[in-house]
C-alpha cells in the first residue's frame, strides 16, 4: 500500500525532456515510510518536437523515437491505471489530484548497470526500486493517517487589486 506524497514536473538531467515525477510512500507493512520515486516520460523530447515525417528518414533517429514512444506508450499506460484506481477517470487536470490517496502497488527491483561514457568515465547506477502496475486489492490504511485539510493562508484574507 503507497500513496503519492508529492508530484512535479521536472526537466531530465540531460536538459533535453519534461517529465512527471511521483513519490510514493509505503504506508504499512514492514517497508512502512519507505520512498519510492516514479518517473512517467510522457511528453516528447526537445529534439524531437516539430518534426515532419521526413525528418525520420535517419535510422539513428527513426531508433530513437521508436525507443522514446515505446517509453511514453509504458508510462501514459501506467499513469492512466494509477489515476483510475484513484479515482481520477478522465484527463488529469493538476499533480495534486494524485496526491494523499492510497492504492496498492506491485513495486519491483530495477537492476543497476555500470556505464562509459564518452569521455571513458564509468558511471555505477546502483539498483533501485521502480513502480510497475497498480492492484485491485483495497489498499492497508490501518497506519496510515491522511493528511488534514489545508485551512485558509494568511493570503485568503488579504484583498488583491487583480
Not at 19 to 38: C, D, E, H, N, T
Not at 78 to 104: N, S, W, Y
Not at 118 to 126: N, W
Request: charged share 30%; glycine share 6%.
Amino acid at each position: 500500500s503507497v500513496v503519492a506524497v508529492d508530484s512535479e514536473i521536472k526537466r531530465n538531467q540531460k536538459n533535453t525532456a519534461d517529465y512527471l515525477r511521483v513519490s510514493f510512500q509505503v504506508i504499512a507493512g514492514p517497508w512502512r515510510g519507505k520512498f519510492i520515486g516514479k518517473a512517467f516520460m510522457i511528453w516528447l523530447p526537445d529534439h524531437l518536437k516539430g518534426k515532419s515525417a521526413a525528418d525520420f528518414d535517419s535510422p539513428t533517429l527513426r531508433a530513437e523515437l521508436q525507443k522514446f514512444l515505446e517509453m511514453q506508450d509504458k508510462a501514459e499506460k501506467l499513469l492512466a491505471q494509477f489515476c483510475r484506481k484513484i479515482g481520477i477517470p478522465g484527463m488529469l487536470e493538476d499533480t495534486d489530484q494524485l496526491l494523499h490517496k492510497p492504492v496498492v502497488a506491485y513495486v519491483g527491483v530495477n537492476k543497476g548497470s555500470k556505464r562509459v561514457g564518452r569521455d571513458g568515465q564509468e558511471t555505477v547506477y546502483p539498483d533501485k526500486n521502480d513502480v510497475y502496475a497498480f492492484r485491485t486489492e483495497e489498499p492497508d490504511v490501518s497506519q496510515w493517517e491522511a493528511p488534514a485539510p489545508k485551512g485558509p493562508s494568511a493570503f485568503d484574507d488579504i484583498d488583491v487589486p487583480f
